[in-house]
């Protein structure tokens, strides 16, 4: 993989991938810039309005299982769920774990973000969510299934055939995507809200993906 020369800089961090550490550039760009609009324009966004009215209105009762299942990793169970994927793999895959805990400092960020801006959840929508915990954006939900969407291909599903890890992908972009139309269908969060919380995602992971001493006891052969 194409790395940047090493620096003193890079000694904390080993080889970096220049692929990798783009889309984490480009992706907290994208982030940056959404947050200073959502913060200059804390109601939705034009297009959020009618995109929430799409979303409820298709029926998602034979999903209703999956709504229910995505909802359930609010507040402190989504961060019980996540401190136990780390304990799980300090015990079965101790070397990853550095990997895991630094990718899962995307929640930081995510709950920084959210207290600091503080935009209202949706209202004058069909289905809205009450008594939830912090604030709309950016969309905790969407952020946790990127970050654990891509511990699965990391260290599940990398040593599979191409053609089954390529279903593994799409699979992960599935449940990523139904996730963040679930958080609309509920109610929970605007368009712009779980785009915010891929964004933070794809950041995150992609820059603890970039970093060779991170990587590297990864994907190093057993």
């Known amino acids: ?22 889309v984490a550039a480009v992706a907290g760009v994208l982030f940056a810039v959404l947050s200073v609009l959502v913060v200059l324009h804390p109601g939705p966004f034009p297009f959020d309005g009618p995109a929430e009215v799409d979303v409820q209105a298709i029926d998602f009762a034979p999903l209703a299982p999956f709504n229910t299942f995505v909802s359930a990793l609010a507040g402190f169970v989504g ?5 136990g994927i780390i304990v799980v793999t300090f015990i079965f895959r101790r070397a990853a774990t550095p990997f ?6 995307y929640s930081a960020i995510y709950n920084l ?13 069909s289905h809205t969510t009450h008594d939830l915990l912090g604030y709309s954006f950016p969309s905790g939900h969407v952020g946790f299934f990127v970050w654990v969407g891509v511990l699965a291909l990391v260290l599940l599903a990398r ?9 593994c992908g799409v699979l992960v972009a599935v449940v990523i995507v ?4 679930s958080r609309m269908y509920v109610g929970a969060h605007w368009l712009s809200d779980v785009v915010g919380g891929f ?10 993906l970039s970093f060779g001493r991170l990587t590297g006891p990864v994907f190093s052969p057993k």
């Open 1 to 22: 993989m194409p790395t940047i020369p090493a620096s003193r800089v890079l000694r904390l961090t080993g080889p970096v991938n220049r692929v990798f550490i783009s």
């Open 79 to 83: 961060v019980g769920v996540g401190v």
């Open 100 to 105: 895991v805990a630094f990718s899962a400092v």
């Open 113 to 125: 973000v959210n207290v600091i801006i503080r935009r209202p959840r949706p209202t004058g929508v």
């Open 159 to 167: 040593g599979l055939p191409r053609a089954l890890y390529i279903v």
């Open 178 to 181: 139904g996730a963040a139309i």
């Open 199 to 208: 964004l933070v995602g794809v950041c995150w992971t992609s820059l603890s």
